[in-house]
């Protein structure tokens, strides 16, 4: 290997460097040397994003963005979309809440924190540039993945729906650019059995078309001490097919249907504090002990065998791009998408009945993007667009709590039935341009208008056993809002060299406000509504390579200013108001490299540093006056936000004689101090760990037969990622955890 140490760029000897940090971490490795590749690469391979919604050099978009092939996503052993955690600095994204086909998403401090229908993702969503308006099925797996990226910050100009943390955008294979298939099969521990395929091809000078299928199960890794069963399992059936069609050069459109089918049995966490009863004659009763040790994977459960967590989760989109002329593009983007989910979940996650709910949802939206982009060619792009989606959420719900109340020591019978339906109706316009006006300087300037309108009905029962019969309820309202924001955005870049850029920007998010899906009361039905929130974030980045493109890096620093923060909060058995609670103040730094140190060798590396704090939260349960005071309530740290998240990854290749090779390699992954709630209780928090993994592949020669293997947490560590917090209800504080120790085979043949 020939190495051009004087030709480096400042940054990249300062990228370089950071390179040598052990604590450091990357995600934008250049995609595996490969048999149908040479076998010695000399330099990084070119990444493009559409982070502004045209296609362009990660390294010239002003945006923090993170981008991810198919042979990435594969060296990350990135079996979901939460394979993600740990690859992106500050990024959290976990399976989410007991579900086992919700995702949990925060960037830089900001999400959801409620997974209730009710509130909208703090991060966007996008397959092919469609919005999922639902954390509900946003776990999923196929084998036609292209690319996948992460933008930090708010997109609140370019993009379908406003968000306020980040978006994740996933593109899928294009039928006339990945003509051929392949086949593979997966197996490993815990009973994990897999197969994928994608089959793709021109139909005709003018068409083509691919299916790609996944079949992904395994057993689970946590069992009913007791009955042995399993808990935390998958079995997911997933296909979609497109229909590519190109009459002329000036025209293309794209047909796609997508169909998951998910049948899991519950997901189950451990009660991390004393799971409590109210007796009306003896007082508290504590049923359950707080847990000691180490969490050992089993788990109990009130739920019969046959309760589980099953989903449905359908789509037909039309992507269609007329060259109008040779600097006018005319898109339009068609989506009509069914989501179907009926969950059971322990909330307590024990064989009591204090926390057990059952959540059907039968959502479907629509959703029609029109733009218009123009490029003279010479120094100015510009975007206009008109965006519009109707969704309608109508969802049933059960809450079981035979075991909360008694009344000496006679459990008093007790089940709410809710019956609500949430209609949104958002409608935006939009407007972008970049423009280089003078050499070198480069403006880009942005502004969206957002219209969302909700419609929410909501009927709730109380059944009480005897005594206490008499005292059963129904509490039933409706009600209508519409929120409107302006969003802007500006950044101001600067090209140092053909290999050095800066740049500066601000963009402001907004996310909608909304009802309370959580309001059985009276007193929460005469104000049910909660307002927006809003974030301004400022950044400072720089992206750089070296001049022979061996080395490639990117450092931003960012401040953000986040208003109206929307909390669910407890005051007491029954009640749980939502507030726009808080106001936040988030800074941190980023750094993301990659240096191909050798002809067969990478290393890549990210670091997150992230400084989220309230600068003021509203809470009545603080104010000793109000009669449901509780001196644990704190929020000295925002959930999900932890200080530093770093990785560093090596991979090295051994070419062989006959033409294949051998490649292995290994990350290590570190996430300091996480909080899981929002009142900060310390049983639900995790305290900092590292993550190892590993891998080895096999490549045959024309890249015809692959072999891998690899193991995720080696050293077996026990960690939590995820939290349910419902102190007011029995004492309900349970957390969820990843995934032990695993080891998986996959062979794949490519034709």
Do not use: C
């Not at 108001?577 to 750094?591: Q, R, T, Y």
Request: aromatic letters at 12%; a negative charge.
């Amino acid at each position: 290997m020939k190495r051009n140490m004087t030709r480096y760029s400042t940054l990249g000897l300062a990228i370089g460097l950071g390179l040598a940090m052990p604590t450091v971490h990357a995600q934008q490795a250049a995609p595996q040397t490969t048999a149908a590749q040479s076998n010695a690469a000399t330099t990084l391979d070119a990444i493009t994003v559409t982070a502004r919604r045209r296609s362009e050099s990660i390294q010239d978009v002003p945006v923090a963005v993170s981008a991810f092939g198919e042979e990435q996503l594969k060296d990350l052993q990135a079996n979901n979309i939460d394979g993600l955690q740990g690859a992106v600095p500050n990024l959290n994204i976990v399976q989410g809440r007991g579900s086992a086909n919700s995702v949990n998403a925060f960037i830089r401090g900001i999400g959801q924190p409620d997974a209730l229908q009710t509130f909208d993702p703090g991060v966007g969503l996008y397959v092919d540039d469609v919005y999922y308006s639902r954390i509900n099925g946003a776990l999923f797996s196929l084998f036609d993945v292209q690319q996948v990226e992460v933008l930090r910050g708010p997109q609140g100009t370019l993009y379908g729906k406003n968000s306020t943390g980040g978006a994740i955008k996933v593109t899928t294979k294009n039928p006339f650019d990945d003509s051929g298939g392949a086949v593979e099969l997966t197996g490993g521990d815990h009973g994990r059995a897999e197969g994928r395929f994608y089959v793709s091809g021109q139909l005709s000078d003018t068409v083509a078309a691919s299916i790609a299928g996944a079949w992904l199960n395994h057993d689970g890794f946590i069992r009913d001490r007791d009955s042995g069963r399993h808990y935390n399992d998958d079995d997911t059936r997933a296909l979609r097919a497109k229909i590519a069609f190109q009459p002329t050069d000036a025209f293309r459109a794209t047909l796609s249907i997508d169909h998951t089918k998910q049948d899991a049995a519950l997901s189950l966490g451990q009660p991390t504090a004393p799971l409590r009863r109210t007796d009306l004659a003896l007082g508290t009763v504590t049923l359950l002990p707080a847990p000691t040790g180490e969490f050992d994977f089993t788990a109990r459960t009130s739920f019969r065998p046959d309760q589980g967590q099953e989903l449905k989760h359908s789509g037909v989109s039309l992507a269609a791009e007329w060259d109008l002329s040779d600097a006018a593009l005319f898109k339009s983007i068609t989506s009509y998408r069914e989501l179907e989910t009926n969950s059971f979940i322990d909330i307590d996650a024990s064989e009591f009945e204090l926390g057990d709910v059952l959540v059907a949802l039968d959502q479907n939206q629509f959703s029609q993007e029109f733009q218009l982009q123009l490029d003279n060619g010479r120094s100015l792009q510009t975007t206009f667009g008109v965006y519009y989606m109707k969704e309608d959420v109508p969802s049933y719900q059960e809450a079981y709590a035979d075991d909360l109340f008694a009344f000496a020591g006679v459990p008093i019978s007790f089940l709410r039935t809710i019956g609500d339906d949430l209609s949104t109706e958002s409608i935006a316009a939009f407007a972008h341009a970049n423009w280089e006006f003078v050499p070198t300087w480069t403006l880009a300037a942005g502004l969206r208008w957002t219209r969302d309108t909700k419609d929410y009905d909501r009927s709730t029962s109380t059944f009480w056993g005897v005594p206490f019969t008499a005292l059963g309820e129904t509490v039933a309202f409706s009600a209508k809002k519409s929120w409107t924001a302006w969003t802007p955005s500006v950044s101001l870049q600067k090209a140092f060299s053909d290999n050095l850029m800066g740049y500066v920007s601000a963009n402001r998010g907004f996310k909608s406000g909304g009802f309370n899906g959580r309001a059985n009361s009276a007193a929460d039905a005469a104000a049910p509504d909660f307002d927006p929130e809003f974030v301004w974030t400022y950044e400072l980045g720089m992206k750089g390579s070296s001049s022979d493109n061996r080395l490639r890096g990117s450092v931003a620093a960012f401040w953000s200013e986040y208003k109206d923060f929307q909390a669910r909060v407890s005051q007491d058995v029954g009640t749980f108001p939502v507030l726009n609670a808080a106001e936040l103040e988030i800074k941190g730094i980023e750094f993301e490299g990659t240096a191909l140190l050798g002809e067969t060798t990478t290393l890549s590396a990210q670091v997150g540093y992230l400084d989220a704090q309230y600068k003021s939260f509203e809470d009545f349960r603080l104010d000793p006056s109000f009669p449901g005071f509780d001196p644990s309530v704190n929020h000295d740290h925002v959930p999900f936000s932890p200080e530093w998240t770093a990785r560093v990854a090596l991979q090295h290749g051994f070419p062989l004689a006959n033409g294949g090779q051998i490649s292995v390699g290994g990350d290590v992954s570190y996430r300091s101090d996480t909080w899981l709630s929002v009142d900060n209780r310390v049983n639900l928090s995790q305290d900092a760990y590292t993550l190892v993994g590993a891998y080895g592949v096999w490549d045959s020669p024309q890249y015809v037969w692959q072999v891998r293997a690899g193991v995720r947490n080696l050293t077996d560590k026990t960690y939590k990622v995820e939290g349910q917090e419902f102190a007011s209800v029995g004492n309900i504080q349970t957390a969820y955890y990843g995934w032990p120790r695993n080891w998986y085979v996959s062979v794949r043949y490519n034709f």
